[in-house]
């Protein structure tokens, strides 16, 4: 199973609202992160889980906030979003520590702000 | 900081050679990886390379030198589907993966 599962595929919220996004890999996988990826941009890292402790945060606005509830399952809480946070936001998951073969990626959620 | 720079675009005819560079400046470099991207889909792992020299995987080769920063992956026999974003992305010792700037390529019949 080399597979990221994200849900959902899309999600639309207003300014308002208070949502969460959800990824899930059974791959053993210690290390999982979060990107933001705008359109024709490459992704941005937003944050980064090393054995479920943040170990990275690239100075990401407080209306978004990552947990990591177990070595499988990384959420991105979402309040008060901006129409300027519509983004695919990408999961990814990889060994940490001597150096990453590979991170996989899930498929992404589409997020639209209205 | 670290910069990661790769060409906005290239054009290709099916069949040919295609090579996209990537120049890079970043501290704790820990190898280096291709990502095939498809437009409203997730990035799918190509290649990667830690140790200088020809990584080949069919169709696809890429190569490292750590002394210059550079990097290229090399598409051979192009096929329609291979027009993608290509994204060359370093990973650093602290576990952090950075994208450059991407690669657009369309293959023309």
């Known amino acids: 199973d080399t597979e990221v599962t994200q849900t959902p595929k899309h999600l639309v919220m207003g300014m308002t609202n208070k949502k969460s996004l959800k990824c899930e890999q059974h791959?053993?996988?210690?290390?999982m992160y979060w990107y933001k990826q705008k359109a024709k941009k490459p992704p941005e890292l937003m944050f980064v889980?090393?054995?479920?402790?943040?170990?990275i945060n690239e100075s990401v606005p407080s209306r978004f906030s990552p947990e990591c509830p177990n070595s499988s399952l990384l959420n991105l809480h979402l309040h008060a979003l901006q129409p300027e946070d519509s983004a695919l936001y990408l999961c990814?998951?990889?060994?940490?520590?001597?150096?990453?073969?590979?991170?996989?990626f899930g498929q992404g959620t589409r997020l639209t702000v209205v | 900081g670290q910069n990661i720079d790769q060409p906005t675009e290239m054009t290709a005819t099916e069949g040919a050679i295609v090579q996209i560079n990537c120049t890079y400046q970043?501290?704790?470099?820990?190898?280096l990886f291709w990502y095939q991207q498809h437009a409203g889909e997730a990035p799918t792992f190509l290649s990667y390379?830690?140790?200088?020299g020809l990584e080949e995987k069919g169709r696809f080769s890429s190569f490292l030198s750590r002394s210059k920063g550079y990097s290229y992956l090399l598409l051979k026999e192009l096929q329609m589907k291979d027009s993608a974003s290509y994204l060359c992305?370093?990973?650093?010792?602290?576990?952090?993966?950075?994208f450059g700037t991407g690669t657009r390529l369309q293959v023309f019949p």
């Open positions: 992305a370093v990973s650093q010792v602290t576990d952090k993966l950075i």
């Open positions: 889980y090393s054995y479920e402790k943040l170990s």
């Open positions: 990814a998951s990889s060994q940490p520590g001597q150096g990453l073969t590979e991170a996989f």
């Open positions: 390379n830690v140790l200088d």
């Open positions: 970043t501290s704790g470099f820990n190898g």
């Open positions: 791959m053993g996988h210690r290390a």
